[in-house]
């Protein structure tokens, strides 16, 4: 079918989103809770999109696109509710480390400190209960990626799940005992989805803690995992030839971007 995105006709298959128009466009779109592997959930609307003869905007990562559509993105309406959620995204928690948001916010000039300091935020204490990843939800933006992970959409383990109302809502465990009592299984696929680094890796954590932690240093080599004969990749980026941390290609055709706990964290061997 053919769409028409800010102008240009756009060739779509039957099934394709919005989203999938705008990037088949080269259009940058930005988004927070969407994840190539991960089904979209509508939480964040960092997406939005005008399509002639909505009322309202629409999420782009989950509208399916219809013949003869006409969709704006880069309307004045967007670009103003866009640049809200950013804001109300970034005077609520802590996204020094959630660089492409941090470009979004930059990108459509957001400005959270205009709600000033009376504004609520989450202060919660990062927590640290195992020595494998650290859970810092000062940085949490509730997008729903690591539920989706740890649920249906890869592990299956359900060990997460959103607890609370309103803005004391917090991904936590069931009845919020501590990580390595509950039912996860430390796969760490939900590190892998985080937008934002509330969720990282121990060895991040503390090397950012003591002011070592230099991403642009890091050789990022592609290897086997050495456990078992499924054949997963890992990508070691390396730091003063050291191993820091494992992730693995959402497009190997393997894994999808999903390790088990060997692959993920059980390279200090190495």
Request: proline share 4%; charged share 25%; with cysteine.
């Amino acid at each position: 079918m053919t769409i028409r995105v800010d102008g240009t006709a756009v060739t779509v298959a039957a099934g394709d989103t919005l989203l999938d128009a705008c990037r088949s466009a080269r259009i940058d779109t930005p988004t927070v809770c969407y994840g190539d592997t991960l089904t979209p959930v509508n939480a964040c609307r960092a997406c939005v999109v005008e399509v002639e003869g909505n009322r309202t905007l629409v999420p782009s990562c989950s509208r399916p696109a219809e013949e003869g559509m006409v969709v704006h993105t880069d309307s004045t309406r967007v670009r103003h509710s866009r640049k809200m959620v950013l804001e109300f995204l970034a005077g609520s928690v802590d996204l020094s480390q959630a660089d492409e948001l941090s470009r979004w916010i930059t990108a459509y000039g957001a400005d959270p400190s205009r709600y000033g300091a009376a504004a609520a935020r989450v202060d919660d204490a990062p927590k640290i209960q195992d020595r494998l990843f650290v859970r810092a939800y000062e940085q949490c933006v509730l997008c729903y990626k690591c539920v989706e992970a740890c649920g249906d959409d890869a592990q299956r383990t359900y060990a997460i799940a959103v607890a609370g109302r309103g803005f004391e809502a917090r991904i936590s465990t069931e009845f919020d005992v501590e990580l390595p009592e509950s039912a996860c299984v430390y796969c760490g696929n939900c590190i892998a989805v985080c937008p934002t680094n509330a969720l990282q890796f121990t060895t991040e954590f503390e090397r950012r803690a003591e002011g070592s932690w230099r991403p642009d240093e890091h050789t990022v080599t592609t290897t086997v995992c050495s456990y078992c004969g499924v054949g997963c990749n890992l990508e070691l980026h390396v730091q003063d030839n050291e191993i820091m941390k494992v992730t693995s290609p959402d497009d190997h055709d393997v894994t999808h971007g999903n390790l088990c706990i060997k692959g993920r964290f059980g390279w200090r061997y190495v």
